[in-house]
């Protein structure tokens, strides 16, 4: 399942959603026997797992030297994610300085050949895997997938928790939807910090206070 000792693989999760922060994880195989422990674990990409399942792997790999970024509302609204994403990435390959960099690229096939020469041209490490899905393929990503996921499910726990419950934060979501039609005019306004204000998506809620928030 690709590099192994070594390397840093990067992923993130809550790049689709309008709800609380996007985060990006770089997990790094500094050890043969975390090489070992990753090839024992069954992993696979996040989104095809339970809850559950994200969590009991969570406990193994949060002993592996890792590092998380996370962007507010805020940051993804002041700036193209994109560039966000490149920038993290840039960040915890100079910090961690792998031989091989194995990266779940937010780019589309076309676009790859170029994302990954800018990254060469930045980073010293020899080996670049840059590809759509690599969270599917390689274990280093796979684990930096899991990782992201529950550090924002657990940001989003916190919102649910002051807020009530919400959905999954995503547009695709109706319960999200209809809770956010649902809110008075303060409980949006209370709400507000916690979405992403250039979103179509909020500018189509048919809520009236949206349109002093906006």
Known sequence: MGPGVYSLGIDEAGRGSFVGPMVL???????PQD???LSSLSLRDS??????????????LKNFNHQCILYPPSA???????SLEFEGCIKLARQFKPKTLVLDAPVPPEGLPALTLKIGSLIAAP????????????????????????????????????????????????????????????ELKAFWPHLRKK??????LEVAAVDSLV
């Open 25 to 31: 994880c770089g997990l790094y195989v500094g050890q």
């Open 127 to 186: 080996r670049l895997i840059i590809e759509n899905k690599a969270d599917e393929n390689y274990l280093v990503c796979m684990a930096a997938s899991i990782i992201a996921k529950v550090t924002r499910d657990r940001e989003i726990a916190k919102l649910r928790a002051l807020f009530g419950d919400f959905g999954s934060g995503y547009p695709s979501d109706e319960r999200t939807l209809s809770f956010l039609k649902s809110l008075n005019p303060n």
């Open 76 to 82: 993804l609204d002041a700036k193209n994610i994109n």
């Open 35 to 37: 090489f070992e422990i």
């Open 199 to 204: 979103w179509s998506t909020i500018k189509r």
């Open 47 to 60: 989104k095809q797992l339970t809850p559950k399942a994200r969590e009991d792997f969570y406990e193994t």
